[in-house]
């Protein structure tokens, strides 16, 4: 960015110039110019090279501008997208986190049953059975956390086996 701005300093200051030669050029044959010299045909040619290089630098200058521009758009678009998929993966996460916590209280509440159930001298198989389905389904929960985990390092890790020059 700070090219951009020496870019336009050059670009202002060679106008200023451009602009106080072809002042100096159209003033009325019986006055003098601004600086007191004459307009002959050399100093009329330096000028108009003059200009002809500062309408070289200037359309060379916007060239660049526009692929600085153009450079912004595609970085700010991939960081768009990186920031979408990154969305989604929370997201997906969130949702296991959510699974696993309900299950953990159920698996919690569970086993407070079955200890209530063992200090009391009573076995009970409904509690037992409602304490491996909670245990099964936190395992599940826990897998799919996993799976999920491992999908997102895979995910990352693609680009980088594959020899993708952008990763």
Not at 89 to 97: G, L, N, R, T, Y
Request: glycine letters at 8%; a negative charge; zero cysteines.
């Amino acid at each position: 960015m700070s090219d951009v701005a020496e870019l336009e300093k050059r670009i202002a200051s060679a106008l200023e110039r451009i602009s106080a030669g072809l002042g100096a050029m159209q003033k009325p044959a019986g006055q003098k110019p601004a600086e007191g010299g004459s307009t002959d045909g050399a100093e009329l040619g330096a000028l108009k090279e003059s200009l002809e290089s500062e309408r070289t630098a200037n359309a060379q200058l916007e060239e660049r501008v526009v692929a600085i521009k153009e450079k912004q758009e595609k970085l700010v678009d991939n960081l768009k997208a990186d920031v979408a998929h990154l969305v989604e993966k929370m997201a997906a996460q969130d949702s296991q986190i959510k699974d696993m916590t309900q299950v953990n209280q159920k698996l919690r509440k569970n086993n407070r049953a079955l200890r209530d159930a063992n200090e009391k001298g009573v076995g009970d198989p409904a509690l037992i059975n409602h304490g491996m389905t909670a245990e099964i389904d936190a395992l599940r929960a826990s897998r799919d956390s996993d799976r999920a985990e491992l999908d997102a390092i895979i995910g990352e890790l693609r680009p980088l086996v594959q020899g993708d020059a952008s990763a």
